[in-house]
């Protein structure tokens, strides 16, 4: 007897899924005509919540959808090109909510800096200290290429004390700022080293960014166990994601309007802006790193985890900076004593953590801990 072919059925199942995409367009249509004339009168809190409740869920079904497409295309692609393919898109959502919080309102010159710091301190030392704690409950120790974990930070770190540390002390400019000239070795910088470690990750280097025990072999992406559409082409997916990334144009700008006026009406500090921002970019990539440390692939978890990081300082950085540029808004890098404190104690300890091939569930209590003082902090320092 012939069994009928199994895989039919994840590929309409994708048909299906792909209705959804219906919501965010039909959301941003929406806003797109209506939205400045609901959003002039917040003062009904039901009505705040139920618009801000609305947007939020959309702008996490979009990213999710984002997510999934990247997985496939990991699938097709391999790694690391699939991660990057997820981190870019991601990076890509984090700076059109920024360039849309920077211009809410009374607008806020730190919150890039904000949002970058939060990143840095969610993934670093939150979602990086949950993965090896569950991964370490699960599998006791886990393995990883110590040579990609290395070649990650060695970007991150400098890029992340020049834009971040280094502006609180130059005197070229008033503030935690740079000059006009600073700003634009920066953006090059910044870009450069970004373009050469793409060019180590996918090209000249590529093994050091696959598992060891699977050098030159093709790894299939971690949340779709089976390529969900084979039929479908890396074109389609690559349109698809695009067409998910589109509506958050809109919906970002929207959204912007209802979080500051609730921040502003409980009297929230500034940097918590730049937490909101963080967590609903880095929602889907938070949760493929998780489900890589469950399934014992610490190696995509860190691609993942250590990627975000260094797309978001790499290109948010001079996103930002070009913004402020052509509508001459200065922009505030720089971090105070206590958050410079805390940025170079994370990256201390990631060096702790990645300087061994193995991991194990102290490594994951310890970031976690540093992720709860960085909480504590931000409400009082």
Do not use: C
């Not at 979009?62 to 999934?68: D, E």
């Not at 290109?315 to 404190?341: C, N, Q, R």
Request: hydrophobic share 55%; no cysteine.
């Amino acid at each position: 007897m012939r069994f009928p072919n199994r895989t039919h059925l994840p590929r309409r199942e994708w048909k299906l899924g792909e209705w959804l995409l219906l919501v965010p367009m039909g959301t941003a249509g929406v806003f797109f005509v209506y939205g400045h004339e609901w959003l002039s009168d917040l003062s009904n809190p039901v009505r705040l919540g139920a618009i801000l409740g609305w947007l939020l869920a959309v702008i996490i079904l979009s990213a999710f959808a984002v997510l999934r497409h990247a997985e496939i295309l990991a699938a097709r692609l391999g790694e690391p090109m699939g991660t990057v393919i997820l981190t870019l898109s991601v990076t890509g959502i984090e700076v059109m909510m920024i360039a849309a919080f920077m211009y809410t309102g009374s607008g806020n010159a730190s919150l890039a800096r904000d949002a970058m710091f939060a990143v840095v301190m969610i993934v670093l030392n939150g979602m990086v200290g949950l993965s090896l704690l569950l991964g370490g409950l699960r599998y006791h120790e886990q393995t990883y290429n110590l040579q990609g974990a290395n070649a990650f930070l060695a970007v991150i770190v400098p890029l992340a004390v020049l834009g971040l540390v280094m502006p609180s002390y130059t005197i070229s400019s008033p503030g935690p700022t740079y000059s006009v000239h600073q700003s634009i070795f920066l953006i090059v910088m910044s870009l450069g080293l970004y373009g050469v470690f793409l060019a180590i990750q996918n090209l000249r280097h590529r093994d050091y960014f696959v598992a060891p025990h699977s050098r030159g072999k093709r790894k299939a992406a971690l949340l779709h166990l089976h390529d969900p559409s084979p039929d479908a082409s890396i074109w389609l997916h690559t349109t698809l994601l695009i067409a998910y990334l589109l509506p958050l144009v809109i919906l970002s700008e929207h959204v912007a309007t209802p979080i500051d006026h609730t921040l502003r009406l409980w009297y929230a500090p500034p940097a918590l802006s730049g937490v909101l921002v963080a967590v609903l970019v880095l929602a889907p990539e938070s949760l493929g790193a998780v489900r890589a440390a469950l399934a014992n692939q610490l190696q995509r978890s860190v691609n993942i985890l250590l990627g975000s990081v260094l797309a978001s300082i790499s290109l948010t950085i001079p996103a930002v900076l070009a913004i402020g540029f052509f509508t001459g808004t200065t922009i505030v890098l720089g971090l105070d004593t206590v958050d410079t404190i805390l940025l170079i104690l994370t990256f201390l300890m990631s060096m702790l953590t990645f300087a061994n091939r193995r991991t194990n569930v102290l490594l994951g209590a310890v970031h976690l801990l540093l992720f709860l003082a960085y909480l504590m902090l931000i409400f009082e320092k």
